[in-house]
């Protein structure tokens, strides 16, 4: 399967969410999908999943997205336990195993060799983890996700290869860089949820 497919297909099903992406391909492919301030690029390796846990637990209303690669999840596995242990009811996890590091190089990851991310997933917990085999497979998935309210997390195994590389870089940049990234979307936040999240300095009116 390719990841811009399934992308697709996540943005159908889930348009009001708040994302969390990581960095490279799978950010530059959601934000040409679902531009949106209520994207947020996390340009540390690992922390999707963690960042993500915590806006769900924080906004327990809202629906939110974490979108992981295989690189980045293995760099903060132990956080697995950490969702399973706090379930935030509103998250879901979108997982994409290409077996690469896609963005700085790609060399092998572990799941190269057999590692298998969501058989760590449900060891630690996540009682709703499971691979999709094709696309059909992947929306019926998403919608189990959005209709059993509980965390899950949906695993694919995506292309890989130096062409596949080279067709996300042809996509639009971004915009703005990570700094202003953060404040949109804490802006796109407070719109949303009617009130103040960080104080905008100078006298009060």
């Not at 340009?43 to 629906?63: D, E, K, Q």
């Not at 690469?100 to 917990?125: F, H, N, Q, V, W």
């Amino acid at each position: 399967m390719k990841r811009y497919d399934c992308l697709k297909i996540a943005a159908s099903e889930m348009s009001d969410a708040l994302v969390i992406t990581t960095v490279g391909g799978a950010a530059a492919e959601w934000n040409s999908i679902r531009p949106s301030d209520g994207n947020l690029r996390c340009r540390t390796l690992g922390l999707v999943s963690s960042i993500a846990m915590g806006l769900a637990l924080a906004l327990p209303n809202r629906r939110i997205v974490g979108i992981d690669g295989d690189g980045a999840l293995l760099m903060n596995a132990c956080g697995l336990a950490t969702l399973a242990w706090q379930k935030p009811a509103n998250l879901t996890l979108l997982l994409f195993d290409n077996s690469i590091y896609e963005a700085s190089g790609l060399r092998p990851t572990a799941t190269s060799a057999g590692t298998d991310l969501i058989g760590m997933a449900k060891a630690a917990g996540l009682k709703n983890a499971s691979w999709a085999a094709s696309l059909d497979d992947y929306r019926n998935e998403l919608r189990k996700a959005k209709e059993r309210s509980a965390l899950s997390m949906i695993g694919a195994k995506t292309e890989s290869g130096m062409e596949y590389f080279k067709s996300w870089r042809e996509l639009p940049a971004f915009e703005y860089n990570e700094v202003e990234n953060v404040y949109r979307f804490m802006r796109h936040i407070e719109k949303i949820e009617g009130k103040r999240v960080v104080p905008i300095p100078g006298p009060k009116h």
